[in-house]
């Protein structure tokens, strides 16, 4: 499935040719910069893994014939934050889609401070910082801005044995929808997406084995089709159906029920 050419035809005439993606060398980011090249956008790529952000820019080139910016950086050291606003600098960034994140689970009380303390850099405060940062340059730009949060599912409540990761998603949920009214009259929409389970590197890294999963290529159009047109998009069909079905449990019970969830997901710590 491709963009269709109204949403594209949308997208450049609000926001221009210039898209950041944060976290593009796998799961969703990456198939987010496929999507958007395929649509003619030029974009802006960063992950830690150079080679893989050297290796789709070349395939973007080859098949899209964009312009394609590789920025390596790990976005938990500040430094490297720095690094990605001043390598920016120079461009007409109309969308932002701040994806790098990670996922941590199991029990709170056996975590490595030193893991959870880097989610919470990565996932919240580079996220604020590259979010503060990019609102003000928008505002003097001549086109709309648009700021993608990727928030989860998880975001609605408490998720006992992923307590950490729920909460940064909570975080960005809660931000992203103050700034989706704060940014609006400044001409800047701002989204926030919110996932459920999907197939992409998340899993291994968080150390959870999920039954159900969606694919990348579910979540990436409906997270780009909502741009500028909704506050929270819940991409993909197991998503909607997730949240829906909770959506009349008080919020105790939801807890109780993603701690469930969550303990099948992390079963085989034990
Ligand atoms: N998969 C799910 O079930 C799910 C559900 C809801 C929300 N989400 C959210 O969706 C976003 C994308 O995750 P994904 O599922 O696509 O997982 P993924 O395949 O692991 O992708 C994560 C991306 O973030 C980048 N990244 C990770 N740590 C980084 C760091 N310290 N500095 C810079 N970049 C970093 C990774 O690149 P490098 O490794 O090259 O740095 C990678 O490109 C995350 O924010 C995640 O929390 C995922």
Known sequence: MKLKDRTIKRLKGNYGQWILITGATSGIGKEMAIKLGEAGFNLVVTGRRKNLLDVLKQQLIEAYNIDVVVIAGDLS?????????EETEHLNLGIVILNA????????INS?????????????RSLLILTHHFAKKMKGQSKKGAIVLLSSMVAFQGVPNAANYAATKAYVQSLGEALSIELKPEGIDVLCAAPGPVETGFSARADMKMS???????????????IGEKTTVLPGFLTKFLVYNLRMTPRWGKIRIMGRVMKGFTKQQA
């Open 212 to 226: 159900k999963a969606l694919k990348p290529k579910d979540v990436a159009l409906p997270i780009i089709n909502a």
């Open 101 to 108: 994140g990670y996922g941590t689970s199991g029990k709170f």
């Open 112 to 124: 490595s401070i030193e893991k959870e303390t880097n989610m919470l850099d990565l996932n919240c």
């Open 77 to 85: 050291v500040e430094i490297d934050v720095i690094h990605l606003i």
